[in-house]
């Protein structure tokens, strides 16, 4: 009897430390499953914050893609237009430079008025070419026609204000109706564009020679001859 009592007391005492130990494994348990629970959820935070940055992120680099296109897209148009607008042009020069090279030789031949005809034929092609106007200019001067060279002169100017021989021819022209005072003021205008244009130095020598001014005119003869 003794025995069988020391026999329950162990069995009670083993059945009571499993009872202890299940208990502590299913506190570890819990625990367990908490910490990896409360784990996952910060990693599925951590992971849904990442998800958005990168959502953002795409969102920000198809916006700045899409701007980049938009933007070779425009340079593209532009330099089609540019190559355009270059092959015209040159078609323009390449047309106008036969009639200029034809008024040149009249001119050189001594034949004005077949020279005229010429730059006229170069105008009706491309009426944007300055030299046009600087070289009908010139001829319409030797033929005594200074009141129409200066009325078309005055005209171009306003088309080409950039074009310094345009500005010397009126003011050859206005020194040969003998307005001077206009006539350096363009040949000045001239100078203003480019302080090296030879033509208008000599221009304002030759008007100051006119006007009796020699030491003024031998400084910008001069002057014109060092360029």
Same mark, same amino acid.
């Given at each position: 009897l003794h025995q069988i009592l020391v026999n329950d007391q162990t069995i009670g005492a083993t059945a009571n430390n499993i009872i %202890?130990?299940?208990?502590?494994?299913?506190? %570890?348990?819990?625990?367990?499953?908490? %910490?990896? %629970?409360?784990? &996952?959820?910060?990693?599925?935070? @951590? !992971?849904?914050k990442i998800?958005?940055?990168?959502?953002?992120?795409?969102?920000?680099?198809?916006?700045?893609?899409?701007?980049? !296109?938009?933007?070779i897209s425009e340079i593209k148009a532009a330099l089609t237009q540019s190559k355009l607008r270059f092959e015209e042009e040159r078609n323009q020069a390449l047309k106008v430079i036969f009639p200029l090279m034809e008024g040149q030789w009249y001119y050189y031949q001594g034949d004005a008025n077949l020279a005229i005809k010429a730059y006229e034929k170069a105008y009706e092609i491309n009426p944007n070419e300055?030299?046009?106007y600087s070289r009908l200019s010139k001829l319409l001067m030797e033929k005594g026609?200074?009141?129409?060279? !200066?009325?078309?002169?005055?005209?171009?100017?306003?088309?080409?204000? @950039? @074009?310094l021989w345009l500005y010397s021819r009126l003011g050859q022209a206005y020194r040969r109706a003998g307005e001077f005072e206009k006539s350096e003021q363009a040949y000045r205008k &001239?100078?203003?564009i480019d302080g090296t244009?030879?033509?208008?130095l000599y221009g304002l020598g030759r008007l100051a020679m006119v006007q009796r001014q020699f030491s003024e005119a031998e400084e910008f003869m001069q002057e014109g001859i060092d360029i």
């Open positions: %202890a130990w299940s208990g502590f494994v299913l506190t %570890a348990l819990v625990f367990l499953i908490g %910490a990896g %629970a409360w784990f &996952a959820g910060n990693r599925f935070r @951590d !992971i849904e998800k958005k940055e990168l959502e953002i992120q795409l969102s920000e680099s198809k916006e700045q893609i899409s701007k980049e !296109i938009q933007v300055g030299q046009i026609n200074i009141h129409e060279a !200066i009325s078309l002169l005055k005209e171009v100017v306003q088309k080409f204000p @950039d @074009d &001239a100078l203003a244009m030879w033509h208008a």
